[in-house]
């Protein structure tokens, strides 16, 4: 019971370690490109979670992990602009999102 | 309060990631997004970090996702139509998944500080913008400067893949 009441930092870890397995599997599952791009996002944000959480349960009180987080929150939106600038081209070329109909690398 | 705080947000959180991958409209996996991301802007709340908060809802809530639902709207995709359910692959991601969280979750009894209680109610220094951005400033001022080099970079980028015609 005292699993349920009292919250630890592992279960935001838990909670961080759910998600990121939620996007892996959005990842390897899906076959729209743009839904494989949220499932990214998704796994970003658990590692955003985890380093939050360790920031906030250290010993020590420290701001380390928060400026990681937002470093993060920045390359992922520079990351985000790039990776849909490559599927619009991509949709132009090919007019599909569909990762099954983009086989000419295919040996 | 904090337990009953955790596990709805916990769980609405694990509900709007299902939600994203197993959706076949994209507009309706965006919007499960959304409402993650803003959960998640929460749960860094509970955690003492309200700069951290706002950033995620102003960045992530806001701008990232208003790109996807742009992108999504302009190249006009239609809800899936209905394929055959890809059993083995489902499989096989089902599998990676498990070994990862295998690994994660006896990882976790070896967290040095695991069991420490989150309690509102002890002390704990304040975190708020300015501190941070002291911090950034400081010690991180090559990581940031390095940031604001790759945002130039991504910039360029995007212009260029954007043209009609790559010469």
Do not use: C
């Not at chain 1, 420290?62 to 520079?78: E, P, R, S």
């Not at chain 1, 600038?85 to 991509?90: R, S």
Request: charge should be positive.
């Amino acid at each position: 019971m005292e699993a349920f009441t009292q919250i630890t930092l592992n279960h935001y870890l838990a909670l961080s370690g759910i998600l990121f397995m939620i996007g892996m599997i959005g990842v390897m599952m899906r076959r729209n490109i743009i839904v494989i791009y949220m499932s990214l996002e998704l796994m970003l944000n658990a590692a955003n979670l985890a380093l939050v959480s360790f920031s906030r349960f250290s010993a020590v009180p420290k701001l380390d992990g928060h400026i990681m987080v937002f470093l993060i929150i920045t390359v992922a939106a520079a990351e985000v602009a790039v990776g849909l600038a490559l599927i619009v081209a991509l949709y132009r070329l090919k007019q599909t999102t569909n990762t099954g109909d983009l086989t000419s690398l295919k040996f | 309060m904090e337990a009953i705080t955790f596990w709805i947000l916990a769980i609405g959180l694990i509900a709007a990631a299902w939600s994203v991958i197993l959706q076949r409209n994209p507009v309706a996996s965006a919007l499960s997004l959304v409402a993650g991301f803003i959960l998640l802007g929460i749960l860094f709340l509970t955690l003492n970090s309200s700069f951290l908060m706002m950033v995620q809802i102003i960045v992530y809530a806001g701008a990232v996702m208003v790109l996807f639902l742009f992108i999504i709207m302009l190249l006009d995709l239609k809800t899936e139509e209905k394929r055959p359910v890809p059993y083995l692959r489902l499989a096989v991601a089902l599998l990676i998944a498990a070994i990862f969280g295998g690994f994660f979750f006896s990882a976790l009894q070896a967290v040095p500080n695991g069991h420490k209680v989150l309690s509102w109610s002890q002390p704990v220094p304040h975190v708020d913008a300015g501190e941070i951005g002291q911090l950034l400033f400081s010690k991180y001022v090559l990581p940031f400067e390095i940031t604001g080099v790759l945002l130039l970079v991504a910039t360029i980028g995007v212009i260029v893949l954007s043209k009609k015609e790559i010469k």
